[in-house]
T-cell receptor
């Protein structure tokens, strides 16, 4: 199964953009790239997902490398409420997903 | 409101006493899954189901059973719980290529 690699933690200043990287060098052609986040004492929350093209929604943007071996979640203007663990996940055709260890994002006021 | 509902939220039980954690979704999703979350190990998939009467093992299925007799429900069964099954459990559902919706979690302690 394809795995993902993320930094253990990152810091960013409030109201600045945040770029969260994810490496997935063994990704297969049918794997979707999903991003989720988990706030303290809550279940994971869907953020965004994509296959090949960059994606935007109201929460974030997802930039996918041309070779699909890496991706970047972009929070355009971080707030204190964005402090969470962010998971980069590959979702295979059969919908089985594998969570990475995640990146703990700290937002500095 | 579209949601995944787990019950109970908290449970303390003794070793060997069978228990069931219920999971129900109101979105008519075909795919459902159970995860456990442990410190330092992240979220690991226990079992998943692609549709009614179709279930398959995830990464850590030992000691667990599931059933999918109807689309909305996907209970997690521990026939003989042991202390190493003390964990935080999450149920999730999705439809097609969309994102997953997770429940609020069940914190289980086995003593």
């Amino acid at each position: 199964d394809a795995k993902t690699t993320q930094p253990n933690s990152m810091e960013s200043n409030e109201e600045e953009p945040v770029h969260l990287p994810c490496n997935h060098s063994t990704i297969s052609g049918t794997d979707y790239i999903h991003w989720y986040r988990q706030l303290p004492s809550q279940g994971p929350e869907y953020v965004i997902h994509g296959l090949t093209s960059n994606v935007n929604n109201r929460m974030a943007s997802l930039a996918i490398a041309e070779d699909r071996k890496s991706s970047t979640l972009i929070l355009h203007r971080a707030t204190l409420r964005d402090a969470a663990v962010y998971y980069c996940i590959l979702s295979a055709r059969d919908d089985k997903i594998i969570f990475g260890k995640g990146t703990r994002l700290h937002i500095l006021p | 409101e579209a949601q995944v509902t787990q019950n109970p939220r908290y449970l303390i039980t003794v070793t060997g006493k069978k228990l069931t954690v219920t999971c129900s979704q109101n979105m008519n999703h075909e795919y459902m899954s159970w995860y456990r979350q442990d410190p330092g190990l992240g979220l690991r998939q226990i079992y998943y189901s692609m549709n009614v009467e179709v279930t398959d093992k995830g990464d850590v299925p030992e000691g667990y059973k599931v059933s999918r007799k109807e689309k909305r429900n996907f209970p997690l069964i521990l026939e003989s719980p042991s202390p190493n099954q003390t964990s935080l459990y999450f149920c999730a559902s999705k439809q097609g290529g969309g994102g997953y919706t997770f429940g609020s979690g069940t914190r289980l302690t086995v003593v």
